[in-house]
């Protein structure tokens, strides 16, 4: 079968590799087809206006991946170092982690887990409520919890939890992940029923810490830094 056009679409092309889209362009340079691109934003490329969008894409692209490894293998670094301090065991903890965001999520899900705790996710308030209530009552020992989420924002899911019927369930300690950390971000945090507020992008150190009170309280302990 002959063909006389390629139209290829931008997504597929990011999302599969721009390594793809020469080798294309090549074929139909060779063959005489003509190829077309087009754009999300319903945009009509020819050839060289179609490399020069994937290498646009694909550098900003490549940029944010680099960004995202960069946080991560910090994190991880900071994770050692703060697991050799060796001051409390979280083993056998199990916390709800709240977060819309992916990349977020995995750096604070491999924090959370290197440090000895069990973790079940979720990616919106909605979702977290739900878990939460099919749950049976001391399956989960605190919540974190993302502030600006879709479906159903942090605070919200917080406001929804403290109304709940189950004492243990109403009273589980949830601590608030949020990029904003100003005094009023605090302070709504605290109103919404929050037991502490953590900054992000997350220091370890400072995690760890705030869980270590949070849970040892919750056992009549206390935790010294």
Do not use: W
């Not at 020992?141 to 243990?168: C, L, N, S």
């Not at 100003?182 to 029923?193: L, S, W």
């Amino acid at each position: 079968m002959n063909f006389t056009h390629l139209h290829v679409h931008s997504h597929y092309s990011i999302l599969d590799g721009m390594s793809k889209v020469p080798a294309l362009v090549d074929k139909c340079q060779r063959t005489g087809m003509h190829a077309m691109a087009l754009t999300d934003h319903g945009n009509m490329y020819g050839i060289k206006e179609f490399l020069d969008y994937s290498k646009k894409v694909n550098g900003k692209a490549q940029k944010k991946v680099e960004e995202c490894e960069e946080a991560i293998k910090k994190a991880k670094e900071q994770t050692e170092e703060t697991k050799s301090l060796g001051k409390i065991d979280f083993a056998g903890k199990k916390l709800l982690l709240v977060e819309d965001n992916l990349v977020n999520m995995e750096i604070a899900n491999m924090i959370l887990t290197q440090q000895g705790f069990e973790v079940d996710k979720a990616e919106n308030g909605q979702e977290a409520v739900d878990m939460l209530t099919a749950a049976e009552p001391g399956t989960y020992d605190a919540i974190m919890m993302d502030i600006q989420m879709p479906v159903m924002d942090g605070y919200e899911a917080t406001k929804v939890i403290r109304g709940m019927d189950d004492p243990a369930k109403a009273q589980i300690p949830i601590i608030a992940m949020t990029a904003n950390a100003f005094a009023e971000d605090v302070r709504a945090a605290e109103e919404a029923g929050m037991q502490a507020h953590i900054a992000k992008p997350v220091d370890v150190n400072s995690l760890i810490n705030t869980l270590a009170d949070i849970l040892l309280a919750e056992e009549g302990g206390e935790y010294i830094k």
